[in-house]
């Protein structure tokens, strides 16, 4: 098929509300997630969408600089302690601080995943994550009665109970704490003391269930679909982007360089939102790398009705249409040569060159990424922190085996060698 064809099928697909529902394998999710934003559809998901939007508003973003900047600096700290001569691997360290992340911001509470890691709910995220994309390569495991009364179905239900039970507290305790706030009836962000607070997704889906529209149980899974959306997507392109910085001192050096000419070189990185944006270079490294190694490989949408295809064949209704940001990135007619790293490509005059649809890690259209903008400065956050305190080496003999487990990791880890800047 020629390359223009490609892109505008996938126009075709992604820009067409027609087409918003998304394939059977996402049922796998559902004890999980409930129908939360990522697994509904219909009239459910439109009105969700429409009601956790404004969460993503530029201006509620911006106030999560401060999380990035705190667990960053965490983050910094863990690998402190593994920089020398030794590689190792990064993912680990990788998804707690995203995972830190992501609970700030979703639910308002933090959970202290970096330093206490051995936690029966992050221990609990991590399993629930792992045995759901295990049904998804044991397809006996895909109807729920199989799966439930299988041992490791029944192992998911207790860690599921942890989540499930955690997620409601800190619910019903954030509600309590709020609605002596909105008694005022505003959607006040300061705390008893006047200080301005952060709001937390789970704020905006209390203010919008206020006339009862909204269930706990779906508040909850609304919440649980943040958590699992934002933080194996994040840590597999931090870790992708980390592996191909260590194979790319140049780009290393431009960062560098680019952060000494924004932040002073004497002082600890302070992270602001206007610093963030003038990271022009940073942004096409980030973008770059979730080209090659877009976290969210393949997703599927449902076909609504009998398409004829050009090819002559009909494509019948209900089956599954399979997206591919990865094939797409990776076809030499759009992207040339398209195993290099050339951060370039990104450059304005490039992008406006590009068809939109060509370049897809966080989907497009109606049903696109929600955390699209929060994902990219937490990345520039936690990337330009690392650069700033570590040189990144790569480890001898290392190639990552990619295989696909929900988000495109790599089955041997990423390893990467760190060496203190300041003792070097
Ligand atoms: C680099 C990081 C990320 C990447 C590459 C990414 C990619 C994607 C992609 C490709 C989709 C569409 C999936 C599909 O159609 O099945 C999606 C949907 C979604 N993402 Fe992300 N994501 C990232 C981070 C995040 C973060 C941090 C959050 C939350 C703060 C988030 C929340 C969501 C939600 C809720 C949806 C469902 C949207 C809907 O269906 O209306 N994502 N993401």
Not at 368 to 392: T, Y
């Amino acid at each position: 098929m020629h390359w223009m064809q490609k892109v505008l099928s996938h126009q075709m697909l992604l820009s067409n509300q027609k087409y918003a529902e998304k394939g059977f394998l996402y049922k796998v999710l559902n004890l999980w997630l409930g129908t939360g934003l990522v697994t509904s559809g219909g009239e459910k998901w439109r009105s969700r969408r429409k009601a956790l939007t404004p969460a993503f508003h530029f201006k509620i973003v911006d106030q999560f600089v401060q999380v990035f900047n705190s667990c960053g600096d965490e983050f910094v700290r863990q690998l402190r302690k593994q920089a020398g001569d030794a590689d190792f691997n990064v993912y680990p360290p990788a998804e707690l601080f995203t995972l830190d992340v992501i609970c700030e911001a979703a639910m308002g509470v933090k959970i202290n995943a970096q330093t206490q890691s051995n936690s029966s709910y992050v221990n609990a995220v991590r399993q629930v994550s792992s045995m759901t994309i295990s049904r998804v390569f044991q397809p006996w495991y895909i109807p729920d009665f199989i799966f439930l009364n299988s041992p490791i179905g029944r192992k998911y239900k207790k860690m599921l109970k942890i989540l499930h039970g955690t997620t409601q507290m800190v619910i019903q305790e954030r509600r309590e704490e709020l609605e002596k706030i909105w008694s005022q009836n505003t959607f006040m962000n300061v705390d008893e003391l006047g200080r301005r607070r952060r709001i937390a997704f789970l704020d905006l889906l209390l203010w919008n269930a206020r006339d009862g529209s909204i269930s706990d149980a779906d508040i909850g899974h609304e919440v649980e679909t943040f958590m699992f959306a934002g933080h194996d997507t994040t840590a597999s392109a931090l870790t992708f982007t980390m592996l191909l910085l260590s194979r790319h001192m140049d780009a290393q050096d431009k960062i560098l360089k680019e952060l000494e000419s924004v932040f002073d070189p004497q002082q600890p990185l302070e992270l602001s939102l206007q610093k963030l944006s003038e990271l022009k270079y940073l942004e096409m490294v980030v973008k770059e790398s979730l080209r090659i190694y877009p976290p969210v490989p393949v997703f599927n949408r449902r076909n609504p009705e009998d398409t004829a295809l050009v090819s002559g064949h009909v494509m019948p209704e209900g089956c599954s249409i399979t997206i591919s940001p990865f094939g797409i990135h990776r076809d030499p007619e759009i992207f040339p040569e398209p195993e290099r790293f050339i951060p370039e490509r990104f450059s304005p005059e490039e992008s406006a060159r590009r068809h939109p649809y060509a370049y897809i890690p966080f989907s497009a259209g109606p049903r696109n990424c929600i955390g699209q903008r929060f994902a990219m400065l937490e990345l520039k956050s936690v990337l330009a922190k690392v650069v700033w305190n570590f040189r990144l080496l790569p480890a001898p003999d290392f190639e990552p085996e990619l295989t696909w487990e929900l988000t495109l990791q790599s089955a041997n880890g990423i390893h990467v060698r760190l060496q203190d800047r300041k003792l070097n």
